[in-house]
């Protein structure tokens, strides 16, 4: 049963509810051991951090930033800003110097915490240029402060000035004064398209949110939740929230590399992520199949049939699954699928969100299959994550992002594209008027910039609009469509389409190295580099051969005619990347100009 209140109050209320029960599972910096926190415990340290920022001289409504992987410190510190008005803007934990440095300036910051060494070295080097900035809180005890840095304090001497909660008088006269249009976050865009600006989200925005949710996302409270994503991003951010209001136990996983070992460790029941964490379980579950004896292969291929039959066939379309289906899919479910599922650590999934990127219906009817529910959504910073989803117990199809939950209007304008209205929606961005002017047109619409379309109530995205490439024979290109159909190609760990202005589309193609090193000796291949193997012809015509089996689907104008595999990878050190880790295209075709008009100049 939800719990429905002001965030500044919620730890607190569910504290009342819950007691002892585990809230938060976590490992501290540097520590193997997994440790919890009860709702009680997490209430009083949520009070404790409220009464240290008072005992700063923090004020209603100003602005503190976070820049840390995710951790238990983070929450405290989210819920106790939000418990005496106080604005938090997160920060990605690899987020530039030069990012973090303008977001400070921006929203005048006087309080960063911050998260391990890397985040704090940075923190301590602009520290010089941010004259709003007063104080560094580290959250990692470990970490070296520098001997010239008279502003650092460890959390947990933080933590101290509020130990005994000397100001909890005023922090619940601030919890009576805390309104729902209060600004609760500032979160900053990744900035594929110029600098970041800061998405507004108030307290209200969140409500609208937790119950519009409620509805179609079935949260329990003896549900597990393990954090992939940071809590910097909308998704998770909004989704962890929304977790915590049902009741569920919390699993943070600080660092993404290891996701896969802690759910194996952890064994949640849901999660939320991005399409590309499902195209590595598909590539990876297929490797294995490939790798099996044939009595396994044909054993695998019947459970999946079946899967698909009932999950797919039936279950998706609201269908009554027949009872000799029925009876099928338990037998493989028991002896096959779930031994799956078991391998990632998932023993009794219930939902898995997935938003963020086009999903490869390929890849969307495998996870079906296999016996997890993936809900497949659409959302923006701007409307507060989910915009539409599919819904449990209500027909989807693959292919779409699901249903527009209560309370938003979508609107198709010019060029499809989205138009949302609603309480989920952002005021607009921080300090940035001539921007909200465009953003929003004279009936309160927000301009999304993604183009797509309705069907039988269904959204359907079709691509970002300033994404869309048009070649040099007018020809529009797609070009994450294109990308998410190679991705699901076990050779293929990143890629990125070419096609603006060009006669035909072209790719940069970055090799899962491990698995093509491995079929390079298999095939007698020898290589003394990385820029060797990708220079091989055999491997070359082996690349070209799965790519055009994968692309058979596209239209002519829309497949690869010509590729160049990349021996390093793209990344947000060399400027390639956002801290979402989505390509900045731009940013790639100057960075490889030299390779990219070689292909177009060879033909």
Not at 38 to 56: D, P, T
């Amino acid at each position: 049963m939800q719990t429905r209140c002001h965030l500044s109050v919620l730890i607190h209320k569910q504290a009342k509810k819950y007691g002892d029960k585990p809230a938060l599972t976590f490992r501290n910096f540097g520590s193997l051991k997994w440790e919890s926190v009860s709702w009680n415990g997490f209430s009083h340290r949520v009070k404790q951090v409220s009464n240290a920022l008072l005992n700063l001289g923090v004020k209603s409504q100003e602005n503190i930033a976070i820049f840390s992987q995710n951790c238990a410190q983070y929450l405290y510190t989210n819920f106790g800003a939000y418990g005496v008005r106080v604005v938090t803007i997160p920060f990605y934990a690899t987020s530039s110097e030069q990012q973090i440095q303008y977001i400070i300036n921006d929203a005048q910051v006087r309080f960063i915490f911050v998260g391990e060494q890397e985040q704090y070295n940075k923190a301590h080097r602009v520290f010089a240029l941010c004259p709003s900035l007063e104080r560094i809180i580290i959250y990692d005890r470990s970490v070296r402060i520098s001997t010239h840095d008279p502003n650092a304090l460890y959390f947990d001497d933080f933590i101290k000035l509020g130990e005994n909660l000397p100001r909890q008088s005023e922090v619940e006269v601030l919890w009576t004064q805390a309104s729902m249009d209060d600004i609760c976050d500032i979160l900053y865009t990744s900035g594929t398209t110029g600098d970041s600006k800061g998405v507004i989200l108030t307290y209200s925005q969140y409500d609208a949110a937790f119950k519009a949710n409620d509805a179609c996302v079935p949260i329990r409270e003896k549900d597990r939740v393990i954090n992939f994503l940071p809590f910097t991003h909308i998704f998770e951010r909004a989704w962890t929230y929304l977790c915590l209001t049902e009741g569920a136990q919390m699993i943070i996983n600080t660092y993404p590399k290891e996701i896969q070992k802690s759910m194996q460790e952890t064994h949640p029941t849901c999660m939320c992520s991005v399409p590309r964490f499902w195209e590595k379980v598909y590539i990876a579950v297929k490797d294995r199949i490939e790798h099996s004896s044939s009595l396994q292969r044909k054993a695998f291929r019947y459970a999946l049939l079946i899967g698909h039959k009932r999950n797919i066939s039936y279950k998706s379309k609201g269908k009554h699954v027949p009872i000799a289906l029925e009876l099928q899919y338990k037998v493989v479910d028991r002896t096959i699928l779930s031994l799956v599922r078991k391998q990632l650590g998932l023993i009794h999934p219930n939902i898995f969100p997935t938003a963020g990127a086009y999903v490869s219906p390929e890849v969307e009817g495998f996870i079906h299959a296999i016996g997890i529910f993936m809900v497949v959504g659409y959302g923006l910073t701007e409307s507060l994550a989910t915009v539409s989803c599919d819904f449990r117990g209500k027909p989807f199809s693959i292919g779409s992002v699901g249903r527009p939950i209560n309370g938003i209007q979508i609107k198709i304008g010019a060029d499809n594209e989205i138009l949302l209205k609603g309480p989920t929606i952002t005021r607009g961005y921080y300090k940035r008027d001539n921007v909200n002017a465009i953003a929003f047109d004279q009936e309160g619409f927000f301009h999304t910039g993604d183009a797509g379309y309705m069907k039988k109530g269904e959204l359907y995205l079709q691509e970002r609009i300033k994404d869309l490439f048009k070649t040099s024979n007018g020809k529009y290109i797609a070009p994450q469509q294109i990308e998410a159909i190679l991705l699901v190609d076990k050779f293929i760990d990143q890629v990125a389409v070419i096609a603006d202005q060009r006669k035909f589309v072209s790719a940069l193609i970055v090799p899962e190295f491990r698995i093509a090193e491995e079929w390079a000796r298999s095939h007698n291949i020898q290589f003394g580099s990385r820029e060797e193997l990708c220079a091989n012809q055999l491997f070359n015509d082996m690349m070209m051969e799965r790519i055009a089996t994968l692309q058979q689907t596209l239209a002519p104008y829309q497949q690869i005619k010509h590729f160049t595999l990349l021996a390093h990878h793209f990344s947000e050190e060399s400027g390639e990347l956002t801290s979402t880790l989505k390509l900045k295209r731009p940013v790639i075709a100057r960075n490889h100009k030299l390779i990219i008009d070689k292909m177009y100049d060879e033909c």
